[in-house]
């Protein structure tokens, strides 16, 4: 079967990728896509394997997204600036981009995630942890407490759990990064 003309695995992956951030990344499937485009299924299939391989298009893409605007945001900063940029890049886009936001954090298979952006991500992230001066396993273990708290703090609020109480979240999204860059500056922890 020949592709049909005008549609590519780019278009499609865009178009993925603007679909889970209206309706979730859950809801997207090579059948849903379909229906977008007007088109049998079957035609999808010359660009698409299957919904699986759609899901890592659109998270490979949303790496490379992130990635971009990180390395936009970080360039000439260090120590806290560098970590409240850091930050903000991934809440305003998690904001900006839920499906997107949800499809970066889609596992992918080892070989794939190596050649991922994901890959900048990490070695951003440690640069920023330079200016700490943080040796292993300890960096390592930094990495891993930012990308809980980012996450974790985002994922909360996108789910609505501190909007029924006072203060605003820009005020407790302030103090976490505050936090952080106090916790950072003295790592590691006393055991």
């Given at each position: 079967?020949?592709?049909?003309?005008?549609?590519t695995?780019?278009?499609?992956?865009?178009?993925?990728?603007?679909?889970?951030?209206?309706?979730?990344?859950d809801?997207?499937?090579?059948?849903?896509?379909?229906?977008?485009?007007d088109?049998?299924?079957?035609s999808?299939?010359?660009?698409?394997?299957?919904?699986?391989?759609?899901?890592?298009r659109?998270?490979?893409?949303a790496l490379e997204?992130l990635?971009?605007?990180a390395?936009d945001?970080?360039?000439?900063?260090?120590?806290?600036?560098a970590?409240v940029a850091?930050?903000?890049?991934y809440?305003?886009y998690?904001?900006?981009?839920?499906?997107?936001y949800?499809?970066a954090?889609?596992r992918?298979?080892?070989g794939?995630?190596?050649?991922s952006a994901?890959v900048?991500?990490?070695?951003?992230?440690r640069?920023?942890?330079r200016?700490?001066?943080?040796?292993?396993?300890?960096?390592?273990h930094?990495?891993?407490?930012l990308?809980?708290?980012?996450?974790g703090?985002v994922?909360?609020?996108?789910?609505?759990?501190?909007?029924?109480?006072?203060?605003?979240?820009?005020?407790?999204?302030s103090r976490?990064?505050?936090?952080?860059d106090a916790l950072?500056?003295?790592?590691?922890?006393?055991?």
């Open positions: 079967m020949a592709p049909r003309v005008g549609l695995t780019e278009r499609l992956t865009q178009a993925g990728a603007t679909l889970a951030d209206e309706v979730g990344f809801q997207v499937t090579v059948s849903e896509l379909a229906r977008r485009f088109v049998k299924v079957a999808l299939y010359s660009h698409v394997k299957n919904s699986h391989d759609l899901k890592t659109i998270a490979l893409l997204e990635a971009d605007r390395a945001a970080l360039a000439g900063r260090a120590g806290k600036d970590l850091l930050a903000n890049v809440r305003d998690a904001r900006e981009h839920p499906g997107r949800a499809a954090q889609f992918i298979d080892p794939t995630a190596a050649a994901g900048r991500h990490a070695k951003m992230t640069a920023l942890l200016g700490y001066h943080l040796d292993e396993p300890d960096q390592t930094a990495v891993r407490l990308g809980s708290v980012f996450h703090y994922s909360i609020e996108m789910g609505g759990g501190f909007s029924h109480s006072a203060p605003d979240t820009e005020e407790t999204w976490v990064l505050d936090a952080l950072l500056r003295t790592w590691p922890p006393a055991s």
